[in-house]
């Protein structure tokens, strides 16, 4: 193959694996859900795997063509979030059914990624066009998926790492943590965006990325 059909092989594979990981990230948080009892998801037709219904202008689109077009080390975005009544899921199953729903889709990336990782050897050697474009696939796959995973679990409003820190202090009774984390809810975005375009704080947080990928490789 010819470098351009490699980079055009790239670029599709890449989209794919990032939707694939998106999409099914969202997915997740609302089937969970729907095991809780709470069929808010489903019943607005968001437990869909058409990729129409979950695309976000900037998540889905900006923030992925911004990290590809300036040559970023990964890509990683995120889905339009699935809704999600959690009084619901709180009152059929506690806090523990709340924090269940807000990793769900941490835990779906990281089961994605060590799937990926498990099937890379056996097309490591490509013999077709088709063979390499699913090779590159599955590579991008595991990395995407990693870094969402990672992404994820910071605990920055409105990532699931928040989300699931705060249904933890409200299940042990922590109260004025819970109402300090709170405070810092409405300036979640403005902080997320700041570390992403700290390189010092970014690398330090996505540093468990190498780590995760060196165990799983």
Same mark, same amino acid.
Do not use: E, T
């Given at each position: 193959m010819s470098q351009q059909e490699i980079d055009i092989l790239k670029i599709i594979? /890449? %989209?794919?694996?990032?939707?694939?990981a998106i999409i099914g990230h969202e997915i997740m948080h609302g089937w969970v859900a729907y095991k809780y009892g709470d069929n808010t998801a489903k019943s607005?037709?968001?437990? /869909? %795997?058409n990729p129409i219904v979950h695309i976000d202008p900037v998540g889905t689109i900006l923030i992925p063509a911004i990290l590809y077009f300036t040559h970023a080390p990964?890509?990683?975005?995120?889905?339009?979030?699935?809704?999600i009544n959690i009084a619901t899921v709180i009152r059929n199953g506690g806090y523990g059914a709340a924090i269940a729903v807000s990793l769900a889709g941490i835990t779906y990336n990281l089961i994605l990624a060590i799937f990926f990782a498990t099937i890379l050897p056996l097309f490591e050697q490509p013999e077709s066009m088709f063979g390499g474009f699913f090779m590159i696939f599955i590579a991008q796959s595991i990395m995407i998926n990693v870094v969402l995973a990672v992404f994820n679990l910071w605990p920055i409003?409105?990532?699931?790492?928040?989300?699931?820190?705060?249904y933890l202090t409200q299940k042990f009774k922590w109260y004025k943590f819970a109402e300090l984390y709170e405070k810092v809810y409405p300036y979640g975005?403005?902080?997320?965006?700041?570390?992403?375009f700290i390189p010092q704080l970014s690398n330090i947080?996505?540093?468990?990325?190498?780590w995760i990928l060196d165990l799983i490789l």
């Open positions: 594979a /890449s %989209i794919l694996a990032l939707a694939v607005q037709g968001r437990l /869909s %795997i990964f890509l990683f975005g995120w889905a339009k979030p699935v809704p409003p409105p990532l699931d790492g928040s989300q699931a820190l705060l975005m403005i902080i997320l965006f700041g570390i992403l947080l996505f540093a468990p990325v190498s």
